[in-house]
Structures are given as C-alpha cells and as structure tokens.
C-alpha cells in the first residue's frame, strides 16, 4: 500500500512553531521589560530565590524554579526533541542519505564555524573560551515564526529545510552538551541510568506500547539518575525518547481490512430510540479505538502531545525565567565585551557562512540538490535566520559559565545576535521571494 504523504504533519508541526515562536518573542520581550523595571527584585527572588521541591524520608530535591525549569520541564522540551530527531530519522527528512545531506551538512558549517569565529573572537581572554559552544545552536521557534510573517510567499519546502537543518543542529548541541559542558562525572548513578535505558529497551523489543511504563521507568530510573550523575538532565530526555517504540502494532492493510469489517457491523446495528447507544454499538466503538492505537505508532503519538506543550508553555517559560537580563552601565559596553563580540560574529558570520559554503560544498559535490522550488537566494535568507540562536544559545550559556555577569554577557550578545540575524534574515528572503516573483 503506498504511504500517504507527510505534508500534513509537517504542516501543522510547523504551524505550531510559528504561533510559538510569537509567543517566545512575546515571554522575551517580559522578562527584559520585568528585569529592568522597579520590580527587578520580584523578578530575582520568583526564579532564582524561591525555592520548591519534594522529599521522601531523607531523600529530597529542592531547588529554585528557575533550576526546576532548566533541569525539569527543559528535560521534557528535549524529549521532544529526541522524538523529532528519531522520527526524522526514521521516515523523515533525514531518513535517507539524499534527502539528509543538504540539511546535515548544512547544520554541520553552521556548528564549526560559528564555534571557530567565537574562539578566533576570544582568543585573548582563555577564561572566555569555554563558550565556544553558544554560538552553535538555532532557534527552530524564532525562526519559523517569523517565517511565517512571510505568509504563502515562503515556499514549503524552504521551511522544511529549515526545519530539518534545526533539528540535525538540536542534534549536534545536545552531544556538544553531553559531552563537553559535563560536570565531574558520578559513574554509579550513570550506571544506574544505563540499567534503566536497558529495561526500557529490552520493553520496546519486547512489544510494551504503554506510554505510561516509559513515563514512570524513564523518570523514577533513568532522570533521577542523570540529576545525580553529572551529566546535564535534559541528555536523559533525548536517551528516553529514543527507547519509544516507532512501531505499528499491526499493518496499514491488516487495519484498513479489521476497520471496514468493524464500520459495516457498526452500520447493521439497529438504531435505538433515545441518544444512548446500544451495547453492541459501545463494544465496536471501543475495538475500533483499540484497532486505532494498534495502528498509530507511540513515538508519533507522543510527538503530537509534547509538541503543543513544550511549544507553547515549556519555551515561553523558559525565556521569561532566563531572558531577564538586567542591565547596569552602557548597553555598548555589554555588546563589545570579548564574550558577547565572540558570540554575536558567531552567530552572524559563522552560521551565515558556515551554512552557505557547505551547502554549496554538498551540491558541488552531488550528494544534494536544492530543494524544489528554492533559490539560492533564499537559502541565504534561512542561513541568515539561523543566526537567531536564542532558546538552546541561552540553555548552554548556563551551563558554560559560572559566573552570574558572564552569563548576562553572553544573553546580551544573544539577543544582540538574534535581533540582526532576523531582521537581515528577513530582509533577504523578502528580496528574495520579489526577485522570483518579478522573473517568472
């Protein structure tokens, strides 16, 4: 049976990413105004004083709600993540080494270089160059939502490039935090993770469907121990993900049969006189409910529950607790210091050319194409946007410096970074799209 096309999920995956990247401007632009406001200290005191938790005997996790959301709710928004990256993988734009390689290698300039230019930028300053892996990240969200601004001008395929580059991008920052931004190492709780990642291996091999097992295993197990290893808690997030069966339970045919088979029985059952259904019409409801979960996969399932989620509360709470960056003295100074420089030519020139020239590299070479219906024109547009690196840019500044004034630093050379990539971004790809428009 031919597989129906997968342009409806990549629709409404980017349309949710859109809406949220609007909400995410909305949350940044709250946390700037509340972080340099009179009311800078209940800023302060809600996500970095207050503190919450919860104990069993003398077992307890306590710590500020800023904590709980980087560690906590962003683990889920890289389960999220992990989910995306395995689905790409496995029936997706990256399922197959054509469609994969303009978007992989794309994403792979925009790591290296932007990594290098920040480290040329600091080279002075060894103390600043543990930030090198701040400028390699893209903001899906961001960039999809202004997209969007563009309306049916952008054309679709465009945006899943862009999508499929962000998300080969998420997958090469979540090993540059797993394996350079790691704390001293507790390989007994590792260890205890690893034995959990087992158990819900051994279940996927084994045919467990339910969602909640993976929940409960992959948070009592496996996040728990990640939280005590040393290594940075979202990993566990993306490591679970990729334990969720992407399987079918049955066939498309096997369900198409068993489902028409169950309508013409539902169609025979003789109607009742009053809106309650028959007992008969109940059961074959029900089994038609079971048929539908034995022919959805769980990976997909959870996917299309987490996405709204992490879109539209996880990342917009994330940028009100970490975007409010309260600034003290001149805003020039804060800009031109080596950590904020460093990230903003990162960002800038760094993904733009690192983009650019490796995609032309893996088209030159033969190992892509252009995706139908794009200009190199407006490729240039996207590899401007992905200089907007905001979100998981902010997440790793946290992790890649101690002190409190760098990382304020390097949100100011973020946001700096991001603000100019977009309106450049856009700039080019409205220049772009009336060029086109004007030679056909």
């Given at each position: 049976?031919?597989?129906?096309?997968?342009?409806?999920?990549?629709?409404?995956?980017?349309?949710?990413?859109?809406?949220?990247?609007?909400?995410?401007?909305?949350?940044?632009?709250?946390?700037?105004?509340w972080a340099n406001s009179g009311w800078y200290g209940s800023y302060q005191y809600l996500w970095h004083d207050l503190q919450a938790g919860f104990g069993i005997g003398e077992f307890k996790m306590v710590s500020s709600l800023g904590h709980w959301i980087n560690d906590g709710l962003m683990a889920l928004f890289f389960f999220t993540?992990?989910?995306?990256?395995?689905?790409?993988?496995?029936?997706?734009?990256?399922?197959?080494?054509?469609?994969?390689?303009?978007?992989?290698?794309?994403?792979?300039?925009?790591?290296?270089?932007?990594?290098?230019?920040?480290?040329?930028?600091?080279?002075?300053?060894?103390?600043?160059?543990?930030?090198?892996?701040?400028?390699?990240?893209?903001?899906?969200?961001?960039?999809?939502?202004?997209?969007?601004?563009?309306?049916?001008?952008?054309?679709?395929?465009?945006?899943?490039?862009?999508?499929?580059?962000?998300?080969?991008?998420?997958?090469?920052?979540?090993?540059?935090?797993?394996?350079?931004?790691?704390?001293?190492?507790?390989?007994?709780?590792?260890?205890?993770?690893?034995?959990?990642?087992?158990?819900?291996?051994?279940?996927?091999?084994?045919?467990?469907?339910?969602?909640?097992?993976?929940?409960?295993?992959?948070?009592?197990?496996?996040?728990?121990?990640?939280?005590?290893?040393?290594?940075?808690?979202?990993?566990?997030?993306?490591?679970?993900?990729?334990?969720?069966?992407?399987?079918?339970?049955?066939?498309?045919?096997?369900?198409?049969?068993?489902?028409?088979?169950?309508?013409?029985?539902?169609?025979?059952?003789?109607?009742?006189?009053?809106?309650?259904?028959?007992?008969?019409?109940?059961?074959?409801?029900?089994?038609?409910?079971?048929?539908?979960?034995?022919?959805?996969?769980?990976?997909?399932?959870?996917?299309?529950?987490?996405?709204?989620?992490?879109?539209?509360?996880?990342?917009?709470?994330?940028?009100?607790?970490?975007?409010?960056?309260?600034?003290?003295?001149?805003?020039?100074?804060?800009?031109?210091?080596?950590?904020?420089?460093?990230?903003?030519?990162?960002?800038?020139?760094?993904?733009?050319?690192?983009?650019?020239?490796?995609?032309?590299?893996?088209?030159?070479?033969?190992?892509?194409?252009?995706?139908?219906?794009?200009?190199?024109?407006?490729?240039?547009?996207?590899?401007?946007?992905?200089?907007?690196?905001?979100?998981?840019?902010?997440?790793?500044?946290?992790?890649?410096?101690?002190?409190?004034?760098?990382?304020?630093?390097?949100?100011?050379?973020?946001?700096?970074?991001?603000?100019?990539?977009?309106?450049?971004?856009?700039?080019?790809?409205?220049?772009?799209?009336?060029?086109?428009?004007?030679?056909?």
């Amino acid at each position: 049976m031919e597989k129906p096309p997968q342009t409806f999920g990549i629709r409404r995956y980017i349309n949710e990413e859109s809406i949220g990247g609007i909400i995410l401007i909305l949350s940044t632009l709250s946390a700037l105004i509340w972080a340099n406001s009179g009311w800078y200290g209940s800023y302060q005191y809600l996500w970095h004083d207050l503190q919450a938790g919860f104990g069993i005997g003398e077992f307890k996790m306590v710590s500020s709600l800023g904590h709980w959301i980087n560690d906590g709710l962003m683990a889920l928004f890289f389960f999220t993540v992990g989910l995306e990256i395995k689905r790409e993988i496995m029936g997706g734009e990256l399922s197959s080494l054509k469609k994969a390689s303009l978007p992989i290698f794309a994403a792979l300039g925009g790591m290296l270089l932007p990594a290098g230019f920040y480290a040329i930028t600091v080279s002075s300053y060894p103390e600043f160059l543990h930030g090198w892996g701040i400028p390699m990240a893209t903001d899906i969200a961001f960039a999809l939502g202004l997209l969007a601004l563009l309306g049916k001008r952008i054309n679709i395929n465009l945006k899943i490039f862009l999508t499929a580059l962000a998300i080969a991008d998420d997958l090469g920052a979540v090993l540059v935090i797993a394996i350079f931004y790691t704390e001293a190492i507790n390989y007994t709780e590792l260890l205890t993770a690893a034995f959990f990642l087992g158990v819900l291996i051994v279940a996927n091999i084994a045919g467990v469907r339910r969602t909640v097992f993976y929940a409960l295993v992959g948070f009592v197990g496996v996040w728990i121990a990640f939280v005590f290893s040393g290594v940075h808690a979202t990993i566990a997030g993306v490591l679970i993900a990729l334990t969720i069966p992407a399987r079918t339970k049955i066939s498309e045919n096997q369900y198409v049969t068993r489902l028409f088979t169950l309508i013409k029985k539902f169609e025979k059952e003789p109607a009742t006189d009053h809106v309650l259904l028959s007992e008969n019409q109940v059961r074959l409801l029900t089994e038609i409910e079971e048929l539908n979960d034995k022919a959805h996969t769980p990976l997909q399932k959870l996917e299309h529950a987490m996405h709204p989620l992490t879109t539209y509360f996880i990342l917009p709470l994330f940028a009100l607790s970490n975007a409010g960056v309260h600034i003290e003295g001149s805003v020039l100074d804060l800009v031109f210091h080596p950590i904020s420089l460093g990230i903003v030519v990162g960002l800038l020139l760094g993904k733009f050319l690192g983009i650019s020239i490796f995609s032309h590299l893996v088209i030159r070479f033969g190992w892509a194409s252009l995706p139908e219906g794009v200009s190199w024109q407006q490729l240039y547009g996207v590899a401007m946007l992905a200089g907007i690196g905001f979100t998981m840019s902010m997440f790793i500044a946290d992790l890649a410096f101690v002190p409190e004034d760098y990382k304020q630093i390097a949100k100011v050379g973020i946001m700096t970074a991001s603000v100019v990539a977009a309106f450049a971004g856009m700039c080019l790809l409205i220049y772009a799209t009336r060029t086109k428009a004007t030679k056909e």
